[in-house]
């Protein structure tokens, strides 16, 4: 079971970016994808989720309007895309699996970790 997550990097604020992760070893189709996030000192938070097919999304308020999560289930890829980037939003960003039937935005089984790619806002 591998994630693999990239797309990270160092933007200005207002810029965007898109966070893919790339699932292989299990059936992709079979879980819940959500993206969260750790700053420097701070603990993991929620980002996004999705479900196993991709018809419902769920953000964080500090997200809400500027992110999109997504997913190809035919490409066993997820998606972040993330516009109106801001300072606050410098961490790094670990994409998760977790079971349909589990599926929360709490990181409450979650079972497989991406390692995480760093975005970097400058102001």
């Known amino acids: 079971v591998q994630l693999q997550a990239c797309g990270g990097g160092l933007v200005q604020a207002g810029d965007s970016l898109r966070l893919s992760c790339a699932a292989s070893?299990?059936?992709?189709?079979?879980?819940?994808m959500g993206w969260f996030r750790q700053a420097t000192g701070k603990e993991r938070e929620f980002v996004a989720a999705?479900?196993?097919?991709?018809?419902?999304?769920y953000y964080s308020d500090s997200v809400k309007g500027r992110f999109t999560i997504s997913r190809d289930n035919a490409r066993n890829t997820a998606y972040l895309q993330m516009n109106s980037l801001k300072p606050e939003d410098t961490a790094v960003y670990y994409c998760?699996?977790?079971?349909?039937?589990?599926?929360?935005?709490?990181?409450?089984?979650?079972?497989?970790w991406g390692q995480g790619t760093l975005v970097t806002v400058s102001s």
């Open positions: 070893g299990f059936t992709f189709s079979d879980y819940g």
């Open positions: 998760g699996t977790v079971p349909s039937v589990l599926f929360n935005c709490y990181g409450l089984g979650y079972n497989h």
């Open positions: 999705v479900t196993w097919s991709g018809g419902s999304t």
